[in-house]
């Protein structure tokens, strides 16, 4: 298993253009997260899906948005990037069962500036 | 509003010491707490506590959660310079589906 992958490692905007963070996970997981870690901060969340067809917002979705089509791609849209989205970016992913099986599994991250 | 507060930010000690690092939550509906490593990259799972009281361990890494007070401590002992790294303390929100993650604690081992 790959476990979650994320495209691309690095990237550079322009103020104003768009661009799509892919994300995919090979573990069959229902619920899928992208966070953003801003430099000496924690992890945010921007948006969540606890399956296909389901998205919803978390803590700071503004200026993003997301889909979820099949229950193993999870991508994250910037419409308008701004400098302040100048950020690393996290996908993860989880399996609820009835158990606490709370443990996510995090991609690798993208690392996007915003000049 | 959910939060979770770590503490200290920052901590920088010599190899040998020993560390304890604090999370502190004030959540709706609690279901359990995860401890994470971060080094260059993504986080990796540590610990998931879920229970008052019951410590978990791993090597030199332990960790204890406390339901009344509201507060996990990590505990590192013997520390390494391969212990360097952010620790991170996420709360898992019930029927919430989310986690809630601190600021991190920078901790830093110096040889």
């Known amino acids: 298993n790959a476990g979650v992958t994320q495209t691309p490692k690095f990237r550079i905007l322009k103020i104003g253009q768009s661009m799509t963070l892919q994300c995919t996970q090979d573990?069959?997981?229902?619920?899928m997260y992208w966070y953003r870690q801003d430099p000496g901060m924690g992890l945010k969340l921007i948006y969540y899906?606890?399956?296909?067809?389901?998205?919803d917002k978390g803590e700071v979705p503004n200026g993003y948005n997301v889909s979820r089509s099949t229950t193993e791609d999870f991508p994250l849209r910037l419409e308008l990037a701004a400098p302040s989205q100048t950020s690393v970016y996290f996908c993860?992913?989880?399996?609820?069962?009835?158990?606490?099986?709370?443990?996510?599994?995090f991609g690798p991250g993208t690392r996007l500036t915003v000049l | 509003e959910d939060k979770v507060v770590q503490s200290p930010l920052s901590l920088v000690v010599h190899e040998g010491d020993t560390v304890t690092l604090n999370c502190s939550y004030e959540?709706?509906?609690?279901?359990?707490l995860l401890w994470y490593k971060q080094e260059k990259k993504a986080p990796t799972f540590l610990f998931m506590l879920t229970s008052s009281g019951i410590e978990k361990k791993s090597g030199r890494l332990s960790s204890i959660l406390d339901k009344k007070e509201l507060f996990s401590i990590l505990n590192i002992t013997a520390t390494q310079t391969g212990d360097s790294a952010i620790y991170l303390c996420?709360?898992?929100?019930?029927?919430?589906?989310?986690?809630?993650f601190g600021q991190g604690t920078r901790l830093t081992i110096n040889p």
């Open positions: 899906s606890v399956g296909a067809g389901i998205t």
């Open positions: 959540v709706t509906n609690f279901r359990s």
């Open positions: 993860a992913s989880t399996e609820r069962l009835a158990g606490f099986t709370d443990t996510q599994y």
């Open positions: 996420a709360v898992v929100i019930q029927g919430a589906q989310k986690l809630v």
């Open positions: 573990m069959n997981h229902n619920y």
